[in-house]
T-cell receptor, first 112, second 115 residues
């Protein structure tokens, strides 16, 4: 069981470039989340999804977009990268009725 | 709105000493409470959780936490620190309806173990 898989693990982007962070889970979980983690700030929710075709904004959605065409996949899109988006990004999933969230290993993104 | 406060961004203890990581929450009703651990360059892993049963919760790797409603606290303890416990620890809270389906996270406490 792979759990939650994120790719890539590391990426350097130039200002204004775009990229997609991939997230896949093989646990058939309904809920999926994207967080960013900045030093001393804990985790901030960017977007979440409660099922295929349904997404909603979290606390810090500006500059990001998501889609959920399947239960398994929840990609995060950065359209115009900015230095403020330098962070570590985590994808997580959770099953309906359960309280534990499972996390991927993270993507460390640097925008220069 | 709910919030979580972790006292101390860094805590340093000697190997074999007691580990105490503090977490206080603000919520109008007893929430669900969680401790997650993040080892270097890894994702987050659930250590333990309080959902409504016993107020003393035991988790993995010898950690435990006690829910104290009167103090709105959920401190994490381990009787004897091991070098492998060096990691960052996050406290998180959610209301019982999981409204907005999200957790509110503390800023994290980095645990340093001195040999």
């Amino acid at each position: 069981n792979a759990g939650v898989t994120q790719t890539p693990k590391f990426r350097i982007l130039k200002i204004g470039q775009s990229m997609t962070l991939q997230c896949t889970q093989d646990m058939n979980h309904n809920y999926m989340y994207w967080y960013r983690q900045d030093p001393g700030m804990g985790l901030k929710l960017i977007y979440y999804s409660v099922g295929a075709g349904i997404t909603d904004k979290g606390e810090v959605p500006n500059g990001y977009n998501v889609s959920r065409s399947t239960t398994e996949d929840f990609p995060l899109r950065l359209e115009l990268a900015a230095p403020s988006q330098t962070s570590v990004y985590f994808c997580a999933s959770r099953n309906r009725g359960e309280t534990e969230a499972f996390f991927g290993q993270g993507t460390r993104l640097t925008v220069v | 709105a709910q919030s979580v406060t972790q006292l101390g961004s860094h805590v340093s203890v000697s190997e074999g000493a007691l580990v105490l990581l503090r977490c206080n929450y603000s919520s109008s009703v007893p929430p669900y409470l969680f401790w997650y651990v993040q080892y270097p360059n890894q994702g987050l892993q659930l250590l333990l959780k309080y959902t409504s049963a016993a107020t003393l919760v035991k988790g993995i790797n010898g950690f435990e936490a006690e829910f104290k409603k009167s103090e709105t606290s959920f401190h994490l303890t381990k009787p004897s620190a091991h070098m492998s416990d060096a990691a960052e620890y996050f406290c998180a809270v959610s209301d019982r309806s999981f409204s907005n389906y999200q957790l509110i996270w503390g800023a994290g406490t980095k645990l340093i173990i001195k040999p």
